[in-house]
């Protein structure tokens, strides 16, 4: 079989991608960050990119080389706790959190600022149509390229570097000074808001849902699989980094058409409007209800491929809960959902870096099942301190642990715990066992 892809299908695969991580997070977080990072912008910045975009790629050239699926990258850790792992996130990407804010910020940013007084019944209805596109166009995996790659991303391509490129021609202010805890740790503070993004975690099922894509055009080799999946991300980080780029040098040049703004959405809006005048918002609610549509398709692909293969229930079923659970979730509000899901992902998110590390260095470890089991472990029990701390609970009583006082109190017990590893050997059968995985 021809394991080969045209060079337009490279570029499809990866534009693909693209589309499926750039969606509400990745418009709204950006602006006002680098707002407030002010002076800091660049050490803020690349906190940012190291989590919103170095990460994603990790993970997805992570699931590449482990065998592109989750079986494969948890293989060391008992069958239920992988199982409870994948469903944790999948529901959190999905129906919780991510697919639901696709549609609330589709229509804060997209459809709203058009209506002199909106009511909750337009939030209502936009969320009934917007989710049933979404679902109507994750019908069919096979033709998620078709659909995605060559049609709908080229047009949010085009109408993201056209707004890049005006950002760097005519910015529309002056960088001030830094805000906050940008002031002193810009860098520490940029990584963290990178979680928000939720691209660590989408990786983790976007890049699954891409070896499904792939074997559909016929790539079914490991090797090819693996080659390919690596240049649709190395695509999608590039895109990625340019729109994070742009937009945190489009909030650190706001103050003076987006001063006092509370969310990155209101900054995104003034600013294109200053910037494009009257027809700036036409042109940014094309680009958001884009962005917003190719993602909750991802999403809604992933969750329901996935747990069409736990369940008795078909894929087509599940591409039907997911999506109308979306639309009523959607329903609570982007403020509500924004701040539910900041302890979520602070409890998460140390789990899956961890997970993504140990990928890299199975082949080095002594003892990979051990070594999982006990950094995954660490990783989680520091990171419910942190998501503790975030949801506003008193912990100071842990605040000697290192780092603690940022919010990320479990990287140095985590990298402890996989350095321990390399010290702990197994049995003669389970060296041989793993060096078999």
Not at 186 to 212: C, Q
């Amino acid at each position: 079989m021809n394991q080969t892809l045209k060079f337009t299908d490279i570029i499809a695969v990866g534009f693909t991608l693209f589309a499926f991580f750039l969606g509400a997070g990745n418009i709204i977080f950006p602006p006002l960050a680098g707002q407030l990072a002010g002076e800091h912008i660049l050490p803020a910045m690349l906190g940012f990119l190291l989590t919103a975009v170095g990460l994603p790629l990790m993970t997805i050239v992570a699931i590449a080389v482990s065998g592109g699926s989750w079986e494969h990258l948890t293989r060391d850790l008992p069958k239920r706790i992988s199982v409870v792992m994948a469903v944790l996130i999948f529901v959190i990407i999905g129906p919780a959190f991510a697919a639901p804010r696709t549609g609330l910020v589709a229509y804060e940013m997209g459809v709203k600022p058009f209506f002199a007084h909106p009511t909750q019944m337009y939030l209502t209805i936009f969320s009934i149509v917007f989710f049933a596109i979404a679902m109507f166009l994750s019908w069919s995996q096979g033709k998620l390229i078709d659909a995605i790659g060559k049609v709908l991303t080229p047009i949010l391509v085009l109408g993201l570097l056209a707004l890049g490129l005006a950002v760097f021609i005519d910015p529309q202010g002056e960088i001030l000074a830094a805000h906050a805890q940008y002031i002193t740790e810009p860098l520490t503070k940029g990584f963290l808001e990178g979680y928000n993004t939720m691209d660590t975690l989408g990786a983790l099922m976007f890049g699954m849902l891409m070896v499904d894509t792939l074997r559909c055009r016929g790539i079914t080799e490991p090797k090819a699989t693996t080659k390919y999946l690596i240049r649709a991300a190395l695509i999608a980080a590039g895109g990625l980094a340019f729109v994070y780029v742009s937009l945190f040098y489009l909030g650190a040049t706001s103050s003076s058409v987006a001063a006092g703004a509370d969310n990155g959405g209101t900054v995104l809006s003034l600013y294109v409007q200053s910037l494009f005048g009257p027809y700036g918002q036409l042109a940014l609610s094309l680009i958001v209800l884009l962005a917003c549509l190719t993602t909750s398709i991802g999403l809604i692909s992933s969750c329901s491929d996935y747990f069409s293969t736990l369940t008795s229930i078909s894929y087509k079923a599940w591409v039907v809960i997911v999506g109308v659970v979306c639309a009523v979730v959607a329903n609570i509000g982007l403020a509500q959902l924004i701040s539910l899901s900041v302890p979520v992902l602070y409890a998460l998110y140390p789990v899956a870096i961890v997970l993504v590390v140990l990928t890299f260095i199975r082949k080095k470890l002594p003892n990979p099942q051990a070594s999982y089991r006990v950094a995954l472990l660490v990783s989680f029990i520091f990171s419910l301190l942190d998501a503790m701390k975030a949801a506003g609970v008193d912990v100071s009583a842990f605040k000697f642990i290192p780092l603690f006082d940022i919010g990320m109190g479990w990287a140095l017990p985590s990298v402890i715990a996989i350095f321990l590893m390399f010290f702990v050997r197994g049995s003669a059968q389970e060296m041989q066992e793993a060096e078999q995985m």
